[in-house]
């Protein structure tokens, strides 16, 4: 698997949502930065997007991969679409996730989106 394939089996299974296969892309120390918090686990994460989302989903532009040292920096720009937690549905909401992947596994994830300025209307 390429770097880019696993950080898209990550998003994939992330989205089901299913944290426990997810959690088999990730290195077992993951740091992750989303949006502001700091969480140590996919499930953390799931239970964060559990009370914005009645349920969320990504819509891949691309994928831009750079070569590292020791590592390798995957970027995925997209993106999200689904339902507020009232039913409301939302798309184009956009996205960026980045990545570092070190034999395999990803070692650090930042996600920054759109969701907050829409949930406040700004």
């Known amino acids: 698997m390429t770097d880019a394939e696993i ?30 918090r700091k969480f140590t686990s996919p499930h953390e994460a799931s239970a964060f ?14 994928m831009d991969v750079v070569e590292k040292d020791d590592h390798t920096v995957v970027y995925s720009l997209g993106t999200l679409y689904g339902e507020w937690p009232d039913g409301t549905p939302f798309e184009g909401n956009r996205y960026i996730d980045r990545f570092e992947v070190r034999n395999g596994k990803i070692t650090r994830m930042d996600v920054w989106n759109e969701s907050a300025e829409r949930i406040l209307g700004l």
Not at 15 to 28: E, F, G, I, V
Not at 49 to 62: G, P, S, T
């Open 49 to 62: 997007n559990a009370r914005r989302y009645k349920w969320v989903k990504k819509q891949y532009e691309k």
């Open 7 to 36: 950080v898209t089996a990550f998003l994939d299974a992330s989205m089901k949502p299913d944290p426990d296969t997810a959690a088999l892309y990730l290195a077992p120390d993951i740091q992750i930065g989303f949006t502001g």
